[in-house]
Nanobody
């Protein structure tokens, strides 16, 4: 079992930055690929970014490529999402998730955090 707790969300003006954190409990954190997804009202949950267990591979949705950076510290059982140049359309609840597979589809993720709200004002 893996328990995930996100933090770092908040209200920021367009062009600003936030760093989300996701702390994991449980064993073998480094064996899990970790992903960030987001969901805004009236929309389906969408993939944002993904990092492999060792941190050697990453993947991003085109909408955040060049603005967001995913990283992890396996010694701290934590994954991060650095978000720069934020836009109003980035407003959503952001979730971290863990999977034994390096895939983008949310259905492959067995463990989810409770989410953290990010609001970007124009």
């Amino acid at each position: 079992q893996v328990q995930l707790v996100e933090s770092g969300g908040g209200l920021v003006q367009a062009g600003g930055s936030l760093r989300l954190s996701c702390a994991a409990s449980g064993r073998l954190f480094s064996t899990y690929a970790m992903a960030w997804f987001r969901q805004s009202p009236g929309k389906e949950r969408e993939f944002v970014a993904l990092i492999s267990g060792t941190g050697g591979r990453t993947n991003y949705d085109d909408s955040v490529l060049g603005r967001f950076t995913v990283s992890r510290d396996n010694a701290k059982n934590t994954v991060y999402l650095q978000m720069n140049s934020l836009k109003p359309e980035d407003t959503a609840v952001y979730y971290c998730a863990a999977s034994t597979f390096f895939v983008l589809h949310s259905g492959a993720y067995s463990y989810w955090g409770q989410g953290t709200q990010v609001t970007v004002s124009s």
